[in-house]
């Protein structure tokens, strides 16, 4: 049974986009998976989006999604939101992933901008709607332009908040001017896609965070959100700014990557990348540990 949940509030308010680990031979290590998503929720989240980019969606089959899916859920979802990401460039198969992550019992879908093939507005609102209409769960819209070579514009993400079962959005575009009237006009919940701007989206209506560098400092995620929304500015201003080390060295290159170096560090479940992804270097790892210390990051 999924958690409790709002229409203010859908998914909870902080959610980590979990990386998917794998055996030291590449093979999906769902016990693995089930221990890193107890630890992420014990650390408080209260979502997880499973099948993101992330957790490198573009590399792991239909079968292996779905047995993610499942193995999750048995770990921790009567605690937390799971979320599965269903989205590609193809809107078929974002349907035969949505209703296959229905199946396994997820509580809501994200769906990503189409990429690289580039559709005008009519198809994004057509793709995002066939895929709502495909299961009976919530959907996230996830707006990623420096990876899909496509906005959602405004106007798009107005229309596609007429659907009932379009509930939120991710967002990663970057622009606080246009996320402003999308929020004011669409009355989507809204998430912070891009960590860095996880505080300024708060102060003009966003709800929660979806968030890579959760994995290691959800605490401070959650202490910061919740020192907003009580009226606190100074002492969430005084979390984002600790933060930024974090947010700075989190992405330097691929977020899966240093996530994946991170948790190693730690001692958390992670294990190798897929190809063409790829391990951090020597020099990249020691600059990694940098940043995590300046942003008090226990190692």
């Known amino acids: 049974m999924a958690p409790t949940s709002t229409p203010q509030i859908p998914f909870g308010r902080i959610?980590?986009?979990m990386v998917t680990p794998f055996t030291a031979d590449g093979a999906?290590?769902?016990d693995g998976a089930q221990r890193l998503a107890t630890h992420l929720v014990d650390a408080g989240n209260d979502g997880l989006i499973i099948n993101g980019t992330t957790g490198e969606s573009p590399t792991?089959?239909?079968a292996e999604k779905s047995d993610l899916v499942r193995a999750v859920l048995e770990a921790v979802g009567d605690r937390a939101?799971?979320?599965a990401g269903v989205g590609t460039n193809d809107t078929h198969h974002s349907i035969e992933l949505a209703r296959a992550a229905q199946k396994a019992g997820a509580h809501g879908l994200l769906t990503v901008t189409p990429y690289y093939n580039k559709p005008p507005q009519e198809g994004l609102y057509r793709h995002f709607t066939a895929i709502a209409d495909a299961t009976d769960l919530p959907v996230m819209l996830y707006d990623i332009p420096g990876r899909s070579g496509v906005p959602i514009n405004t106007e798009t993400i107005v229309r596609l908040a007429e659907h009932p079962r379009i509930v939120a959005n991710k967002d990663a575009k970057g622009d606080l001017g246009r996320a402003s009237w999308a929020i004011a006009q669409s009355g989507l919940a809204w998430y912070s896609g891009d960590d860095m701007l996880n505080l300024?989206?708060?102060?003009?209506?966003a709800v929660g965070f979806v968030s890579v560098v959760g994995h290691v400092v959800t605490p401070e995620l959650r202490a910061m959100a919740e020192a907003y929304v009580s009226g606190d500015v100074q002492k969430a201003l005084e979390i984002h700014q600790k933060l930024l080390p974090v947010f700075t060295g989190m992405f330097?290159?691929?977020g899966v990557m240093t996530t994946k170096a991170a948790l190693a560090l730690q001692g958390l479940p992670a294990g190798?990348?897929?190809p063409p992804m790829v391990e951090l270097s020597p020099e990249e790892t020691a600059?990694?540990?940098?940043d995590l210390a300046a942003g008090g990051v226990q190692l």
Not at 200 to 205: D, F, N
Not at 287 to 290: C, F
């Open 28 to 30: 999906l290590d769902l």
């Open 81 to 83: 939101h799971i979320v």
């Open 272 to 274: 190798p990348l897929r």
């Open 15 to 17: 959610l980590t986009a």
């Open 200 to 205: 300024p989206l708060l102060s003009v209506g």
């Open 287 to 290: 600059q990694l540990k940098i």
């Open 252 to 254: 330097r290159t691929q």
């Open 60 to 62: 792991t089959s239909d």
